[in-house]
């Protein structure tokens, strides 16, 4: 019989060893009680019970690990797209318009002042008056002098008609006839002077209340009450109709891109965003800065100060831009990378430049282009495991890949 069909000899010392196992086995079957000639059995350490455990106990076989179930990785191209093309700028909210309130009668005492700066006011509203007694005592004194003019008149108007009728019989002469229609033209002549005269002293009269030329509100003021002011002095400002507007500082490239009606964003200093139109832009550049102005319209409601200074952006068309979802990019320290899969289906890592993000896309500048499949969830790669890329079948116009990732690092 061959040697190989031998079993291997067994060695002494695990013959002893088990020996010394299943006398102690034996031992704890009997028990205490045993035949008093017999002599007691020696006690085991407990090395020794636990050396003959290990060597009556089989060899551990070796556990093998099985890998990781492969997961299915989504794999696309890169997106062509047409984005709104957008333009950062800086400028000031001013108002629409506004107004210098002021009065036109001079050396006269403020009596009472009705408003406050950021009261709206209504057209026509009362919003200060001065002190009008010494313009009514010259409005009196004119009325006065327009009635003693037109008694004036009546009077020559009276004495050319009395002379018309005696000039035929020869009553008057040709002479006295025309010293009565000098008198006559001189007497129109200073009634519409003192007509004018009137006029003038009801409009001073009219000047001493100040009101509101349009609705708005009142952004400046600088009446007190009991000064005197002079003729001219800006009493207020009032803001028309309460509108803002953003003046967008742009550079002139910018400025031929606009059109009355472009949408335009404004970061306001609350946080919140507000929509706005392009009213319309600057006809010239500044020599100096090289940049023009875009005025915007802003809506009523927004919660904006005249003379903020704040960022927007505005729309000025739109580009074609290369994008990828925002899971196929992985943020890392001084830029951004895309995992690429290569014709033998290897994952390789690719650093690229972003730019805009427009919902859940991002703009690729540089690094990419619009053939290279990539992973779209680069978070679906395991760290220290590699990425193996499975094709599926070909389809007349495949939209996707899968990938399997059986565990390592790109």
Not at 146 to 170: D, N, W
Not at 343 to 359: L, M, P, Q
């Amino acid at each position: 019989m061959p040697l190989s069909n031998f079993p291997a000899p067994i060695p002494a010392k695990t013959k002893r060893m088990a020996i010394l196992a299943l006398t102690l086995v034996i031992v704890s079957l009997l028990g205490p009680a045993r035949p008093s000639s017999a002599q007691p059995l020696p006690r085991a350490t407990p090395l020794q019970k636990q050396a003959a455990v290990e060597e009556a106990s089989p060899p551990a076989r070796p556990t093998t690990v099985t890998g990781q179930t492969p997961q299915p990785i989504t794999v696309i191209k890169p997106k062509v797209d047409f984005w709104p093309e957008q333009v950062d700028a800086k400028g000031n909210i001013m108002p629409w318009q506004e107004s210098h309130i002021g009065t036109e009668v001079g050396g006269l005492r403020l009596l009472s002042v009705l408003v406050n700066v950021g009261d709206i006011v209504r057209k026509g509203q009362v919003l200060a008056r001065l002190n009008p007694a010494t313009v009514e005592t010259e409005l009196e004194t004119a009325k006065a002098q327009f009635e003693e003019a037109e008694a004036t008149l009546t009077q020559a108007v009276a004495t050319l008609e009395r002379a018309k009728r005696l000039m035929p019989s020869g009553g008057v002469s040709q002479q006295e006839m025309m010293r009565y229609e000098t008198q006559k033209h001189t007497a129109e002549a200073r009634l519409n002077a003192a007509r004018a005269q009137l006029k003038k002293q009801q409009l001073r009269l009219d000047n001493t209340t100040l009101v509101a030329n349009d609705d708005g509100v009142i952004s400046a003021s600088a009446a007190s009450e009991g000064a005197i002011v002079q003729s001219g002095s800006e009493l207020f400002r009032l803001i028309r109709q309460g509108r803002l507007e953003w003046r967008a500082e742009v550079d002139g490239e910018t400025l031929l891109k606009l059109s009355p009606g472009q949408e335009v964003t404004v970061k306001s200093p609350l946080g919140t965003d507000v929509k706005g139109r392009v009213r319309q832009a600057s006809p010239a550049v500044d020599l100096t800065t090289r940049t023009g102005l875009a005025y915007v319209d802003l809506p009523t409601e927004a919660h904006l100060k005249a003379g903020l200074r704040v960022s927007g952006t505005l729309t000025v068309g739109k580009r074609r831009v290369l994008s990828v979802p925002a899971t196929a990019v992985q943020r890392q320290e001084g830029g951004a990378r895309v995992f690429k899969v290569g014709e033998d289906n290897k994952i390789d890592a690719v650093d690229v430049k972003t730019g805009r993000v427009n919902d859940d896309w991002i703009e690729i500048t540089a690094g990419l282009d619009e053939n290279t499949p990539i992973v779209a969830n680069s978070a679906s790669l395991q760290k220290d495991a590699p990425a193996k890329a499975v094709q599926p079948p070909r389809q007349p116009e495949p939209k996707k890949a899968v990938l399997l990732n059986t565990g390592a690092s790109t």
